[in-house]
């Protein structure tokens, strides 16, 4: 049986069908002591100083601790897929969101700051897209050190975010190290998620041995499907064990869809 202490759960994937200040005691209640969450304000990326303390007081009312924030990213899931790289209005909330984020992140522990990259648009240049995209990663990792957090780089997948251009390890990582040489804070470091990086047919193994040195986090999920372990193909007695022989010694982020009996019953693969 895996400990539950080794993973933490990602509660906007996980109990969605409970308000947002009600799954932090849910999350508790099936015998986690960790939870991470998506930016929870979708529309809002600086919102209300009675939001961010409504969550605080969940948090620690619930003696979960939060390990892991994205920063403003657009609505997940979904087509948005992220904001830092997008020119304008998308942009700009993100840079409004950087400095509120990593501030709750701060106060409450939180260790780790998802940023995710955006969307590639039509009417602007790959180049000056990327170029933004760096400028406010440079924000982020700077905001992230204050905040005594690393920042995170996260591959997504090419069938489900097509216009996403980070959609590989090798491709994160490359954004992972043009971060820290542009701010020398080397405090940006690779998301590593299984099942985005099943889904682009990427070798786990391969990867794991390759990338776990720069890596801070690791999300899961099966595949086909993004269920739960044991809904899909994806071996994660052999994943779990590759990773700790690689020396990964985070926690591991359940990512993903509970399935029809509900969130409370999707964590029935801990007791095989």
């Known amino acids: 049986m895996a400990s539950p202490h080794r993973f933490t759960v990602n509660a906007s994937i996980l109990f969605t069908e409970l308000p947002l200040l ?4 849910a999350v508790a209640a099936a015998g ?3 939870i991470e ?3 929870p304000w979708i529309e809002s990326p600086v919102p209300e100083h009675s939001e961010l303390d409504a969550l605080r007081d969940a948090l620690e009312d619930a003696g979960v601790q939060l390990t892991g924030l994205n920063f403003y990213a657009g609505r997940l899931p979904g087509p948005d897929r992220g904001a830092l790289s997008v020119p ?5 909330k993100f840079r409004a969101n950087v400095n509120v984020a ?3 992140a701060r106060s409450v522990g939180c260790r ?3 940023a995710l990259y955006g969307n590639r648009v039509e009417a602007v240049s790959p180049q000056e897209q990327d170029a933004l995209a760096l400028e406010n990663l440079e924000l982020a990792a700077h905001a992230a050190e204050r905040a005594g957090a690393v920042l995170l780089i996260e591959a997504l997948n090419a069938q489900e975010s097509p216009k996403c251009p980070i959609v590989s390890a090798p491709r994160a990582i490359e954004v992972v190290d043009a971060v820290n040489a542009a701010t020398g804070l080397d405090n940006a470091r690779f998301l590593m998620d ?4 099943s889904m682009n047919g990427e070798d786990l193994p391969s990867v ?3 990338h776990v040195s720069k890596t801070a986090h690791v999300q899961i999920a099966d595949n086909p499907g993004r269920g739960a372990p044991g809904t899909g193909g994806l071996d994660f007695d052999d994943l779990f064990s590759r990773l700790d022989k690689a020396g990964y010694e985070g926690v591991i982020g359940l990512e993903y869809k509970p399935g029809d009996q509900g969130s409370a019953a999707s964590f029935g693969w801990l007791d095989k």
């Open 32 to 34: 986690f002591d960790k």
């Open 194 to 197: 299984l099942y985005h990086l």
């Open 22 to 25: 009600e799954r932090p005691a």
């Open 208 to 210: 794991i041995d390759t």
């Open 102 to 104: 990593a501030d709750f």
């Open 88 to 92: 304008g209005r998308e942009s700009e």
């Open 37 to 39: 969450l998506w930016w």
């Open 112 to 114: 780790a700051l998802n």
